[in-house]
């Protein structure tokens, strides 16, 4: 019996362990300010760069979308490092020239279900949950 239950508190352990290995990629590492860069696949003009700040500590994210800003909160999956969902919030309600990029952006950010590493180490995916890219995200130092 004690055999039986330490084998299951090993494997436990051994699973954390593994969850998030150099195939995943930790979500907190999403700590910080990054300009959303593409959307979609449609890359975004280098002088509307929309932006995204998350604070790791109290699970929330703000922003600018390009035009409104907007803030938000999220959640972490324990048991997926790389799992993150964003939660709807509220963003102004300003009228800029390009609502469309506007739109776009706020339609990606509430897909959102998993983050991947990018081509650089500066660099951030974030997909929906059919690994989809639905931003790609490039962070301001």
Not at 42 to 62: I, Q
Not at 83 to 97: D, E, F, H, R
Not at 102 to 123: D, H
Not at 124 to 141: E, F, H, P, T, Y
């Amino acid at each position: 019996m004690k055999k039986g239950i330490m084998l299951f508190f090993m494997a436990l352990c051994m699973g954390g362990f593994f969850a998030c290995t150099e195939v995943k990629t930790d979500a907190k590492l999403l700590e910080g300010k990054w300009n959303v860069i593409e959307v979609k696949g449609k890359k975004l003009a280098k002088e509307v760069l929309p932006n995204m700040a998350f604070d790791m500590k109290d699970l929330k994210v703000h922003g600018n979308t390009g035009c409104n800003i907007f803030n938000s909160t999220f959640v972490l999956d324990d048991s997926d490092c790389s799992s993150i969902t964003i939660i709807p919030g509220a963003a102004t309600m300003m009228s800029c020239p390009d609502m469309e990029t506007e739109a776009s952006v706020l339609q990606a950010i509430g897909e959102v279900k998993q983050v991947k590493n990018g081509e650089t180490a500066s660099e951030m995916l974030l997909v929906d949950a059919n690994g989809n890219v639905v931003l790609i995200l490039s962070k301001i130092n």
